[in-house]
């Protein structure tokens, strides 16, 4: 093989690789737009009567997982299963932010923290590796810790809306949540420094409890649950 034969063939393999990309960004672009969707869906709960609104929020928002998951079936069609790493850098944010979006929803509902199986099933993906399309572990942390930073708000907002008791029981959660990454020797730069954010996180809400109990309403949170 020739010198420019050579080159010829880089140029093709090239080409070959900068459409699948490309067939990946379009791809990518849709699923960036739903989760956009699913967001805003989401945000409502933050508004004075938007706790109300909770459980058909979380079942719109779940609706809207429909057309996710359809996405994601035609994101799989555009490249080889065995190189999911090759081009992963392409989903890795939208598929973090949908962890999150998942995980919210799953705490609105219930107020645990959603599985990386429960979240693989919410967006139809693998959670195994060797399976194909799969929910990467640090992908999964990363939606987990964004959604710690939506409780925070969402615990400020709650003493807006004169509900007292969300607080405490977010902060209760939240605090469980920094001590299981603590058990964790992150490696991942990022991710790292995304679990930085979780200590001003809990910070955060540590000093709405602690208004409440200055304030009194704490104690009147607790003794109005207990009835």
Avoid at 129 to 142: M, Q, S
Avoid at 157 to 180: C, H, K, M, Q, W
Avoid at 190 to 213: Q, T
Wanted: hydrophobic fraction near 40%.
């Amino acid at each position: 093989m020739s010198v420019t034969e050579m080159f010829t063939y880089i140029q093709g393999f090239l080409s070959a690789d900068q459409d699948v990309r490309e067939d990946i960004r379009k791809v990518v672009q849709v699923l960036e737009q739903t989760a956009r969707e699913i967001l805003t869906v989401l945000q409502s709960v933050h508004q004075p009567c938007g706790f109300k609104e909770i459980p058909s929020k979380c079942t719109k928002a779940r609706e809207l997982f429909g057309t996710v998951r359809t996405h994601i079936a035609d994101l799989k069609t555009k490249f080889p299963v065995e190189q999911y790493y090759r081009f992963h850098e392409h989903w890795r944010f939208v598929l973090q932010r949908l962890a999150f979006l998942a995980a919210f929803v799953v705490y609105l509902e219930t107020e645990t923290l959603v599985t990386r199986e429960e979240v693989a099933k919410i967006l139809d993906i693998q959670v195994v590796r060797e399976k194909g399309f799969h929910l990467d572990v640090e992908d999964y942390l990363a939606g987990v810790l964004i959604m710690a930073s939506e409780l925070s708000r969402l615990a400020v907002n709650s003493v807006t809306a004169g509900d007292y008791t969300r607080p405490l029981r977010i902060s209760n959660f939240i605090n469980e949540l920094d001590s299981g990454f603590r058990l964790l020797n992150l490696k991942n730069d990022p991710l790292r420094k995304r679990y930085d954010g979780l200590k001003y996180d809990v910070k955060k809400i540590e000093e709405v409890v602690y208004d409440l109990s200055i304030r009194g309403l704490a104690k009147e949170a607790e003794a109005g649950g207990d009835k």
